[in-house]
């Protein structure tokens, strides 16, 4: 609800990717497993992509999410037939309860984590459907060009009311992910890193989704906007030095300087430079300290929203 919003959020285990960082529910690709439940989704549900016009990867990355979320957090969002002919895009979420029993929940847990074909196999044993419907699509961010490992991930929305929740289910097994929890979306979310350490991508999504989910008008458009989309355009952060400040900078997309970046060092202008004017951008300042600020009206109805860390 508009007063107490919450995002799900979880730490990594240490000696991992993200070791001992908080960041969104997901996870790696298991092509075979994750294309062999799209194929499967075709053949029964094709009715509501044609009228969705979810393509292929968009529906691969669908059930990647979702079965990532169930793998780390023992959340499994479902459907069924009736409800997918019945509803409209986007739907709210529901979590499946398995009766409430954590021994069964965490034995299909162990079972998809080792044998991704498994997931879809959970959902038919229980003659239910993934539920595709409610995730929006929010975001794709790509590493930039330069680094040794790349990642193009994408980030989906999904709303679900808390008395839809099975906290008694929703644990963490202690493998990959330690801990679970639901932050309040607020002005303060993202500054305690006494408790948590957030990798900057997730420190943007979640301002962003702060301003999103607190302005009830913006919400409405937002959800308006982006309910017959089937993608977003790609992030792809770019790493330079601006000689006027000289300061090393993350800029993503929105920074007037994003496309003008043909070198590492960059000719800034100093009037948008000192007035903070469409700047959309992480300054590394030292090890673990860093400066996210954007401005960015049009997208956000704000003229400043920033946060220092």
């Not at 994750?34 to 044609?50: A, E, G, P, T, W």
């Not at 679900?160 to 008694?168: G, L, R």
Request: charge should be positive; glycine fraction near 4%.
């Amino acid at each position: 609800n508009s007063c107490d919003n919450r995002v799900l959020m979880v730490t990594k285990a240490k000696k991992i990717d993200w070791s001992g960082s908080t960041v969104f529910p997901g996870g790696l690709l298991s092509n075979d497993a994750d294309s062999k439940f799209v194929d499967y989704l075709q053949m029964h549900c094709q009715s509501i992509i044609n009228q969705y016009g979810f393509k292929f990867e968009d529906l691969l990355f669908r059930i990647n999410g979702l079965r990532e979320l169930f793998e780390e957090t023992g959340i499994l969002l479902y459907t069924t037939m009736d409800d997918l002919n019945g509803n409209i895009y986007p739907q709210k979420s529901k979590q499946y309860a398995f009766n409430n029993n954590l021994e069964v929940t965490v034995r299909w847990r162990e079972k998809v984590l080792s044998d991704p074909f498994q997931f879809m196999n959970l959902y038919t044993s229980l003659n239910l459907l993934p539920d595709i419907l409610s995730l929006v699509p929010w975001a794709r961010l790509q590493t930039p060009l330069r680094s040794q490992r790349r990642w193009d991930t994408r980030f989906y929305l999904s709303c679900i009311d808390s008395k839809e929740i099975k906290q008694h289910i929703t644990l963490p097994l202690n493998k990959e992910i330690v801990s679970i929890d639901w932050l309040k979306i607020n002005d303060d979310m993202v500054n305690n890193r006494n408790k948590f350490k957030y990798p900057p991508p997730t420190i943007m999504k979640l301002i962003e989704l702060n301003n999103i989910c607190n302005e009830k008008l913006l919400l409405n458009e937002w959800n308006e906007g982006y309910k017959w989309r089937t993608g977003n355009l790609p992030i792809c952060p770019k790493l330079a030095i601006c000689p006027l400040t000289k300061q090393v900078v993350i800029l993503w997309n929105r920074d007037y300087l994003y496309n003008k970046l043909a070198f590492d060092e960059l000719e800034c202008d100093e009037h948008n430079e000192q007035n903070e004017i469409n700047i959309h951008r992480i300054y590394l300042k030292s090890k673990g300290s860093m400066n996210v600020v954007f401005r960015f009206k049009r997208l956000y109805g704000k003229e400043t929203i920033s946060a220092k860390l």
